[in-house]
């Protein structure tokens, strides 16, 4: 008889390259058969020892820790009773199969389901838009974290409830059904097309259509369905780039040197605004900033981003010094993104950022190009992208600005900056392979050679 060690019961990642808790299957191999079932445990695919087969729990914190060191141990109890079963079923002689072991283990762990009359099952059915707003009202509630462990993002979750008021309008207007099963790539392309022929940009059907497919995603999880469309690469989010603007060096200083002695409320937005051009924070991480965050003398400002929890060291500029002077160390008094964006727009006026900028972009299917003046384009996010484009411009180092702005991947942080092509031609003349550095060098030894 075969003695069942623990490397004979493994544990793997449903999905390993999941970018949100995956479920951990437990694995067993015998006579050329896989056994395997579901632990129901789940983890964030970076958290999980593939070697080791268990969770990290090198955290630095106790209560950080805590989570894996009881995950583990639920493995342990999974494994110490896969264990158990397999060797008391090869001293009883019965031969293993996949059903057999499966009854076993559920008895040996308590999850064997006790079978009711079939009047006594009351048949519970959540609606896809009902789920929809539970699972809203739970994460509101953080009673559901995100991939990162932390609470939702308010505009993620509102994002997820006009979804749901969309499906609503959808289910109405077409009679069709916007229940889990009903979700084929036909659908996709049908509820696409209603979409688009709403008159509705691009960009704003590919939100709905990416939240759709998270939140099928989710439920599946949650065990609502069993429809796994969500993963066809067909069903995917659409999205095109915008026509951005970003504001030059100049034109910030332009900004900086403005006179508002006789409008503080424009004076303060301005001042709140070019925080946010010199540091590349968001407008939710610059128009939070306090007194702590100011580091090293005066010189480093430091902070924890509330999108990803990830914390950045930024120089601080003159400019910048000399505004949290004027506020005697304290960032400016905020307001709110909408009415920031609404003053912004004032504030570009009066500086005379009005040179006339082409727009194009998709809506209700038909490409459309306007020019507006930049002042009107200018946004509170206008800062971060004002940040990056320069400091590239100024050939900072492309990682030491990733650093801060947090983009992991060299090719989306060069869609996200805004350099035009004469502004790239000009980067490139500076290159030794334009400006004939380069060749002249070997042409120069040929002759001495000769």
């Not at 056994?35 to 129901?40: D, E, L, N, P």
């Not at 064997?112 to 707003?133: L, N, R």
């Not at 995603?217 to 915008?242: C, S």
Request: charged share 25%.
């Amino acid at each position: 008889m075969k003695t069942i060690s623990d490397k004979d019961v493994k544990f793997l990642l449903k999905d390993a390259r999941a970018d949100r808790p995956t479920l951990i299957n437990l694995v067993f191999r015998y006579e050329n058969t896989r056994f395997k079932t579901s632990t129901g445990l789940t983890i964030e695919p970076y958290q999980w020892n593939a070697t080791a087969q268990r969770a990290y729990t090198n955290q630095k914190s106790r209560a950080a820790r805590e989570p894996f060191e009881t995950l583990n141990a639920h493995l342990d109890r999974w494994r110490s009773a896969t264990k158990k079963v397999l060797t008391a079923l090869q001293l009883a002689q019965i031969p293993l199969d996949n059903e057999t072991i499966k009854q076993h283990l559920d008895t040996e762990l308590g999850r064997a389901k006790k079978v009711k009359p079939v009047d006594d099952v009351a048949v519970v059915h959540e609606p896809f838009t009902a789920y929809i707003e539970r699972f809203v009202t739970e994460a509101k509630a953080g009673k559901r974290l995100n991939a990162r462990s932390v609470h939702y993002a308010a505009y993620t979750l509102a994002g997820y409830m006009k979804l749901k008021r969309v499906l609503e309008r959808y289910r109405t207007e077409t009679g069709n059904s916007t229940d889990y099963d009903a979700y084929t790539l036909d659908y996709y392309n049908a509820f696409k097309l209603w979409l688009t022929g709403r008159g509705l940009t691009l960009n704003y059907v590919g939100t709905l259509l990416k939240d759709l497919k998270v939140m099928l995603k989710q439920a599946h999880y949650d065990g609502m369905h069993t429809n796994l469309i969500f993963q066809h690469r067909d069903f995917k989010k659409l999205v095109e780039d915008v026509d951005n603007v970003y504001l030059t060096d100049d034109e910030l200083t332009q900004l900086y040197s403005l006179n508002l002695s006789t409008n503080s409320r424009l004076d303060r937005v301005r001042d709140l605004f070019l925080i946010g051009c010199y540091t590349g924070l968001r407008f939710s991480d610059f128009s939070e900033l306090r007194p702590e965050n100011i580091t090293h003398n005066g010189r480093i400002l430091t902070r924890k981003t509330l999108k990803t929890s990830e914390r950045v060291s930024i120089p601080l500029n003159p400019k910048v010094l000399s505004i949290l002077a004027k506020y005697e160390g304290i960032p400016p008094r905020t307001i709110t993104n909408q009415k920031m964006n609404d003053y912004l727009k004032e504030l570009c006026r009066l500086a005379g950022l009005t040179d006339a900028v082409e727009v194009s972009r998709t809506k209700g299917g038909r490409k459309e190009t306007r020019y507006l003046e930049k002042c009107e384009m200018v946004t509170t996010h206008t800062a971060r992208r004002s940040f990056a484009t320069n400091a590239f411009l100024a050939k900072v180092p492309t990682v030491s600005i990733m650093k801060i702005t947090g983009h992991r991947s060299e090719a989306v942080f060069l869609r996200y900056i805004k350099i035009s092509s004469e502004q790239n031609a000009l980067l490139m003349l500076e290159h030794p392979h334009f400006s004939g550095i380069a060749s002249t060098v070997p042409v120069l030894l040929l002759h001495k050679v000769a």
